[in-house]
């Protein structure tokens, strides 16, 4: 068999798994809760009223959107409990951020879901290495800590933990020589740059998704994933990898699902929410491009 026929059985094999995902009823759980969710009734002026006293941000610390098990208000805690000291990421708000956009994948249907496997091997990888680390301390920061490049570096040394954050996670692993630039390995910086550029697609979708076009129609959350995704992930992904991504955006739920996922009621409260998430992605976002830039780590196979 050809790779083209065997991408194609692969595929095949894909929608059957959909296909008895839905026949049996795994996409109950999400019609339920996304209908419950809808009952719940809209708690927007509640949970996001911008105007007074909070002023234009509005509340720092959002509710609960009752029903769902993907919580926005969540989201924007662990996002905004990342960005530490001047340029660094705290790792355990980092991965927290990512347990609730896997949260928001699963919500999107079995097919996304299949995605959010990827990141939460990934996520369990650092975790991994973090426990690890805790384990054998002695081994954190060895005596070459002051050769090393860029003094945003040695900020990150003076804080406990390998895997306490960004910069030190690379700082540790350079230093231990575990970071591999030619080969593929499983080092902490390798796994937080497959994370690092999920983000960018996540984020750009969901920036998509807040625009509101000045003329013309709305585009399909499905198509907006789909552009997302393609200006982003898919080119680090092989063929076959973008094929079945692109299969899986388009059994993507429409508009109306997300503003019951996030307990809203029109396009103009779903915008102010996610500017409000796509804010803290960034912050997030660009302060790990910058370390991983710094250490010549964007493109670890
Ligand atoms: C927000 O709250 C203020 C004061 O509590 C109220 O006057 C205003 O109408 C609310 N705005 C919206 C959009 O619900
Ligand atoms: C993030 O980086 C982008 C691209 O480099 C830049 O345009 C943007 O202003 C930065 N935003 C923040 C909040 O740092």
Not at 253 to 268: A, D, K, S, Y
Not at 291 to 297: I, K, Q, V
């Amino acid at each position: 068999m050809g790779i083209k026929s065997r991408a194609a059985a692969a595929i095949v094999v894909l929608l059957l798994v959909l296909g008895s995902l839905w026949i049996q009823g795994g996409l109950d759980y999400h019609w339920e809760s996304c209908l419950k969710g809808y009952n719940q009734g809209n708690k927007f002026h509640q949970l996001y009223n911008s105007s007074g006293a909070h002023g234009v941000e509005g509340p720092q610390v959002l509710e609960e959107c009752p029903g769902q098990t993907f919580q926005v208000s969540l989201l924007l805690s662990h996002l905004r409990a990342a960005p530490a000291y001047t340029s660094d990421v705290l790792l355990q708000p980092y991965l927290s951020s990512w347990d609730e956009l896997v949260r928001f994948m699963e919500a999107l249907g079995p097919m996304v879901g299949l995605i959010s496997k990827e990141i939460e091997s990934k996520t369990s990888i650092i975790r991994q290495l973090a426990l690890l680390a805790e384990e054998n301390p002695e081994a954190e920061l060895g005596p070459d800590v002051h050769s090393l490049n860029a003094e945003n570096n040695l900020e990150a040394s003076q804080h406990s933990g390998a895997y306490h954050s960004v910069r030190s996670m690379i700082l540790v692993e350079l230093n231990q020589g575990v970071v591999n630039f030619h080969q593929q390995t499983d080092s902490g910086c390798r796994t937080l740059l497959r994370l690092h550029r999920a983000l960018l697609w996540l984020k750009l979708f969901l920036e998509k998704l807040a625009e509101t076009p000045v003329a013309g129609r709305f585009k399909s959350p499905s198509e907006l994933c789909r552009e997302a995704y393609q200006n982003t992930l898919a080119n680090h992904h092989t063929w076959f990898v973008r094929r079945a991504a692109e299969l899986a955006f388009i059994a993507m739920p429409e508009r109306g699902f997300f503003f019951r996922l996030v307990c809203v009621q029109n396009q103009q409260e779903l915008s102010t929410i996610l500017k409000r998430v796509v804010r803290a992605i960034v912050e997030v976002y660009n302060r790990t491009q910058k370390a991983l830039e710094e250490n010549g780590m964007l493109d670890l196979p």
